[in-house]
């Protein structure tokens, strides 16, 4: 068996047949490209200039980025975008009312106030006052993000910031798609920082093997596998960034209800969906709200299955889904219902 992707929380599993291979970082994170069925190096070249593309248009740190303008303009005056920032952003604002403001893409300013990617994995002496959290906490509101008709985008008020991290890798995964199809592609593995969308199959038929990583093992292990073929395979998890604060673990998923870090019975989550945008979205949505009213919300979409990991150690999926698991870990406790 070999391991493709290490990094990450899923890995495709068990191709003999040796992939064309581009790593590469990026998007904050590692990037893989595998193509199984091509042998032409100009078509990873065009997918990583595509993401290297997005990642200038939508990121948050770089200054002049599109997301940046309209979080410079924000209460000052709409900003004209590109037309593939515009549909991003639209979609997210769907994802908004959808998941009714779980995903929020106005967390900008409880993002940088928490600040999570800059304190990896340490233990920090102190956290946001109350004070801070209820100033940021009222700047986010996807109700006052406008997109106007004609590609102008503004937030409503000074102070509001758009971040579309928690979407962003899963609408690069479907162009990397798009661009591997137009290639005449017809297997591949793109992993971006182990959010995958697995192409076709891995030949004869079979279906790619992506691995579920196991929040509580090492980097890199994974609690079981799973089935799949066109399917994106995305992950959001408390394990991923986050520091210690007395004893108590914060993480980058922000509940945009109370400003604080998520604090329920997830540790992870899988989503599996057609495309990587929905599954990406959902995930982040799916982990602030928790398994009983996500699994409510999940009637909203189309295509999308949900393996949920527990803090307990409880693996909780649904029949449709188990019919592509297999469970890989003694330690862990399969809740099929
Ligand atoms: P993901 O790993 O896809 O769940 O996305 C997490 C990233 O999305 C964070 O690093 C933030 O940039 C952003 N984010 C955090 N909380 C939320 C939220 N409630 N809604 C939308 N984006 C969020
Ligand atoms: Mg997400």
């Given amino acids: 068996m070999t391991i493709l992707s290490s990094v990450g929380c899923q890995q495709a599993l068990d191709n003999k047949a040796e992939p064309l291979i581009r790593t590469e970082f990026l998007m904050d994170t ?13 078509i990873l070249d065009r997918a990583i200039d595509r993401l290297k593309e ?14 940046s303008s309209i979080n410079k303009n924000a ?20 994802f908004a009312i959808a998941t009714d403001g779980a995903y929020d893409p ?22 946001p006052t109350e004070d801070e959290i209820k100033k940021a906490k009222d ?18 008020r000074p102070g509001m910031k758009l971040d579309l991290g928690g979407i962003a890798k899963g609408y690069a995964a479907d162009e990397v798609k798009s661009i591997f199809a137009e290639e005449g ?10 959010d995958i969308y697995a192409m076709g199959n891995k030949g004869k038929g079979k279906p790619w ?23 994106s395979i995305v992950t959001s998890g408390d394990y991923k960034r986050f520091f210690m604060y007395e004893g108590n673990r914060y993480h980058h998923i922000i509940d945009p209800d109370t400003g604080y870090p998520t604090n329920n019975e997830i540790s992870s989550l899988s989503v599996i969906s057609d495309k990587g945008v929905d599954g990406d979205a959902v995930a982040t949505a799916l982990f602030v709200l928790g398994i009983d009213k996500g699994t409510e919300i999940l009637n909203n979409f189309e295509d999308v299955e949900v393996i ?23 330690e862990l406790k399969l809740v099929v219902r």
Avoid: C, H
């Fill in 30 to 42: 590692v990037i893989r490209l595998n193509i199984y069925d091509r042998k032409d190096e100009k």
């Fill in 54 to 67: 997005i990642e200038e248009a939508m990121s948050t740190t770089i200054s002049t980025s599109d997301i």
């Fill in 75 to 94: 209460g000052i005056k709409p900003v004209k975008v590109r037309k593939d920032v515009y549909q991003v952003i639209k979609q997210a604002k769907v």
């Fill in 106 to 127: 106005t967390i900008g300013p409880l993002v940088e106030l928490w600040d999570v990617a800059s304190k990896n994995r340490e233990e920090v002496d102190s956290i």
């Fill in 139 to 156: 700047l986010v509101d996807y109700n006052d993000l406008e997109l106007e008709d004609d590609g102008y985008v503004y937030l409503n």
């Fill in 185 to 194: 592609v017809k297997s591949a593995i793109i992993d971006l920082g182990g």
């Fill in 209 to 231: 093997r992506v691995g579920i990583e196991d929040p509580f093992g090492a980097a890199g292990s994974y609690l079981g596998v799973s089935d799949v073929e066109d399917k």
């Fill in 308 to 330: 949920f990991i527990t803090k307990q150690g409880e693996i909780i999926i649904d029949e449709e889904t188990m019919g592509r698991f297999s469970l890989e870990s003694d």
